[in-house]
């Protein structure tokens, strides 16, 4: 079955993907990134598969450790000694990444494949002017003049509400504020029209009104330009602010994946139910006193052979510590990957896995 999704709809706004043309923009399969440390190896990444559609906004959640930055290296190309992808297909455009050559992969990233990190100080070099480094990116990746590149870099800089842009450009980073350099960090990204870009927690190290306007001009300019985004982030409640899917992580695995609306009003998994509940930013629970999730991740060595989450879930009975439940269909364009469902006519229990 192919997966659903929300796509042109909007936030919450199911549409059944059998029913749209066209393919998925990035298509992961079995996705497996592994490390090995002195304990052993550890699978940071395990088995994981999505699709992210044209135009369509993929949210990828969980807690610090859960593999949401591995996962998004791991589509880069950018994991480095001691860690490295196991198995699984990449597929970019109906391309497997896997198999593309070091300097093929590099020049996909950044004019087709972009990417947005939570500290724009790994984007920008301090040593060189904006201008410079814009226009030395737009350079690395295809013929223009040092005019033509400046053009292009003034126009995307205008395009995310830099004004006075041309100033802009001989400014060095570090005179920029930290949400003006994010901002900066967005325009590089945009330089040569990618079809997707993966933020990796793009908010988290601003000042949360900054934060709000950071979200507001992805959610704008992913309208306006039709790219596809994967937006990470441990914050529930900007992600239902920018994704129409979202993908939950705990420890490596996807074990729940829908609507981000239906999936953060109504979660399936007792483990996005604990995230759902302690998530502060989040309309939802606004107002109510937040609880914690008990426990912690498993280690490398205290995985469970069965559901990763077994340990901490209020609703674990025998079979979830013996046998890992795959992510399956549990309703319509929704999955998850547990033996016992939060279904919608089931008593409320999301309540006790809060601490
Ligand atoms: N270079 C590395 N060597 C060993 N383990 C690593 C390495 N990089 C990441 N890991 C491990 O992989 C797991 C997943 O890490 P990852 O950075 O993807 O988490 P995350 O979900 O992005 O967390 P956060 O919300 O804190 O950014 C963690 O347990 C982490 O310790
Ligand atoms: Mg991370």
New binding site residues.
């Given amino acids: 079955m192919r997966a659903p999704r929300s796509g042109a709809g909007g936030p919450g706004r199911p549409v059944d993907v059998d029913a749209l043309p066209g393919e998925p923009v990035l298509s992961v399969r079995n996705l497996t990134t592994v ?1 090995a ?1 002195r304990a052993g190896e ?1 699978t ?2 395990d088995d994981v598969s999505f699709d992210v559609w044209p135009g369509e906004c993929l949210g990828i959640v ?10 998004a ?1 791991s589509i880069l190309g950018l994991v ?1 000694y ?2 490295g992808v196991a198995a699984g297909e990449i597929r970019f455009r109906g391309e497997d990444l896997r198999r593309l050559r070091p300097e093929a992969l590099r020049a996909l990233r950044g004019s087709r494949l972009a990417v947005v990190f939570q500290d724009p100080q790994t984007a920008l070099n301090p040593l060189f002017t904006v201008g410079r480094q814009m226009t030395d990116f737009v350079r690395a990746h295809r013929r223009a003049s040092t005019r033509e590149a400046t053009r292009l870099a003034t126009e995307k800089l205008r395009l995310v509400g830099v004004s006075a842009p041309e100033q802009r450009l001989r400014a060095y980073p570090w005179e920029l504020s930290g949400g003006l350099r994010q901002r900066v960090a967005i325009a590089m990204a945009l330089l040569l029209d990618p079809e997707l870009i993966i933020a ?2 793009p908010t988290t190290a601003l000042d949360v009104s900054i934060q709000a306007q950071i979200v507001e001009l992805l959610v704008d300019l992913k309208q306006r330009l039709g790219f596809s985004l994967i937006f ?1 982030s ?1 914050d529930l409640g900007v992600v239902s602010a920018v994704a129409d899917r979202v993908l939950v ?1 705990y420890a ?1 695995r996807a074990v729940e994946r829908g609507p981000v609306g239906e999936t953060f009003a109504h979660p399936l998994h007792p483990y996005t139910a604990a995230l759902v509940a302690s998530a502060p930013t989040l309309e939802s629970v606004r107002g109510r006193p937040l609880p914690t999730i008990p426990g912690s ?1 498993p280690g490398p060595s205290d995985r469970p052979a069965g559901c990763v989450f077994a340990p901490r879930c209020p609703r674990a009975q025998p079979i979830c510590w013996a046998e890992q439940p795959p992510l399956a269909p549990v309703l319509p364009g929704r999955e998850a990957a547990c033996h016992f469902p939060l279904l919608p006519d089931a008593p409320a229990t999301t309540g006790t896995a809060r601490g």
């Fill in positions: 490390f440390t550890f940071a990444v969980g807690e610090s450790g859960s593999g949401k930055s591995v996962a290296l480095d001691p860690g990796d927690e990470i441990h992580m490596g991740l």
